[in-house]
């Protein structure tokens, strides 16, 4: 099967402009979700969906971070502005419900000058 | 709240030599535990997942994993790395009454010749 696609691999901005980032989940995957990876620290959630609908975005700056899952399948996570402090690898990953291991993509690694 | 432990930021480890790679976790109620490599510039790949039943887990790569409840622990055994097995691993528990998967920090293995 094919796996989790994320777009673009890298990405470098300026601070205070805007980016977004997009993902292909399996086919079939109920569940989504957006990790931040920091150099050197494991991931951390920033959303999960189930289907078209947030189960948990307690982790979200939702000053600056936005994400939709429109019609239950793609989605894409957009950060405006971006902060130094955002750079970092952005995950996605999908699973068949909530409880079922979680398949990630490879990721897209964002750069902040 | 839950927490992962990793008390091993890098492990270093001839070719051919067993490592083990140690987890706790705290949880007061029932989790699901895994754990994850990733390869430089990868996202995540699972290894092994302990949901329940046999608390020794066999996974890919000839790693396995023994679930001690008493301990809270899931550590990460294989009996005779190779170069390739190079990577950052990641345990992360499933705390199923808050459905949340946490990670954590990460352990680098370096395996050298």
């Known amino acids: 099967e094919a796996g ?12 205070r402009q805007s980016v977004a980032f997009w993902c292909n989940p399996i086919s079939g995957h109920a569940t989504l979700y957006w990790y931040q990876q920091i150099l050197g620290q494991g991931p951390k959630l920033l959303i999960q969906f189930q289907n078209n609908g947030v189960v948990d975005d307690s982790q979200l700056p939702k ?5 939709e899952r429109l019609k ?13 402090e955002d750079s970092a690898v952005y995950l996605c990953a999908s699973s ?3 409880e ?10 964002l750069s902040i000058l | 709240a ?3 432990t990793q008390l091993d930021s890098q492990v270093p480890v001839f070719e051919e030599a067993p490592v083990e790679l140690r987890c706790n976790y705290s949880s007061s109620v029932s ?18 997942k302990y949901l329940s039943g046999s608390t020794l887990v066999k996974g890919i790569n000839g790693f396995e994993a023994e679930f001690n409840k008493s301990q809270t622990s899931f550590h990460l055994r294989k009996p005779s790395v190779h170069i390739s097995d ?9 705390n199923t009454g808050f459905q949340k998967l946490v990670f954590g920090t990460g352990t680098r293995l370096l395996v050298s010749p």
């Open chain 2, 86 to 94: 190079t990577a950052e691993y990641f345990c992360a528990a499933f």
């Open chain 2, 2 to 4: 839950q927490s992962v």
């Open chain 1, 72 to 84: 239950g399948v793609d989605s894409t996570l957009k950060i405006q502005p971006a902060k130094l």
């Open chain 2, 31 to 48: 989790v699901y535990l895994f754990w994850y490599v990733q390869y430089p510039n990868q996202g995540l790949q699972l290894l092994l």
């Open chain 1, 96 to 98: 068949l419900d909530r």
């Open chain 1, 100 to 109: 079922q291991p979680q398949h990630f993509g490879d990721g897209t690694r």
């Open chain 1, 63 to 67: 000053d600056r971070f936005s994400a």
């Open chain 1, 4 to 15: 989790v696609a994320q777009s673009p691999r890298y990405k470098i901005i300026e601070k």
